[in-house]
């Protein structure tokens, strides 16, 4: 029997949604899937972005990039087009080259041939207990997945305020063939970022890279 793979998420629905987030997943999300996107354009991806704070920031720091944000939660995709969409519901002119996946990103990355500069991970939920740490997303055989997915200088950006989750990472990637180097970066505000749960002075950040 083939083994069954674990999800690392719950709820894929939080608080009801509005008339309007409804509207917007039902009219504007099926126009912006990451599905025929040009080949020569460079591409950068976000996995689990919440409310889209930091994946709106990067598709007005890079217009020249495609955006992929990928979100199993219906409620944050749901805020992520309240906040790039104007009162018409039409996309805003800054945030076109946003595309969104609105599920667990694995499907996305096993059914796509498409190289990202960047991938982006934010505080993934660190399942603080031992026996949910199976549930981890960032264990060695998905960052493997993700390194399949890079362009030849591309790289992984993972940041999380549970320091213990942070050393687990680490050792994960000592599994994998990627390189890691923990970067001088100032902290990246996000709603999840705010909320500190782990209660520690300041996220940590990774960035991860093919070896040479």
């Known amino acids: 029997m083939e083994k069954q793979e674990i999800r690392t ?21 099926p126009k912006i899937l990451p599905t025929n996107m040009p080949a020569n354009t460079g591409k950068i991806l976000e996995i689990g ?8 920031d990067l598709a007005l720091n890079a217009p020249d990039k495609i955006i992929i944000g990928a979100e199993p939660f219906m409620n944050g995709v749901a805020s992520l087009l309240s906040a790039i969409t104007d009162d018409n519901g039409a996309i805003r002119n800054e945030y076109k080259n946003i595309r969104i996946f609105a599920d667990d990103v694995r499907d996305f990355l ?6 990202f500069e960047q991938i982006w991970v934010l505080h993934p939920d660190p399942w603080p207990k031992a026996k949910h740490e199976k549930r981890r997303l960032l264990h060695a055989e998905f960052l493997t997945l993700l390194a399949s997915h890079l362009t030849r200088d591309g790289e992984i950006i993972i940041g999380t305020d549970h320091w213990e989750y942070f050393e687990w990472i680490q050792n994960q990637v000592t599994k994998t063939a990627l390189d890691a180097h923990t970067p001088d970066i100032q902290t990246i505000h996000t709603r999840y970022q705010q909320k500190n749960k ?10 991860l890279k093919q070896q040479p």
Do not use: N
């Open 9 to 29: 998420f719950g709820r894929r629905h939080g608080k009801k949604l509005s008339a309007r987030q409804t509207m917007l997943i039902d009219t504007v999300l």
């Open 49 to 56: 972005f919440g409310a889209g704070e930091h994946l709106r």
């Open 198 to 207: 782990a209660g520690t002075i300041a996220p940590k950040y990774l960035i």
């Open 110 to 115: 096993r059914h796509t041939d498409s190289q």
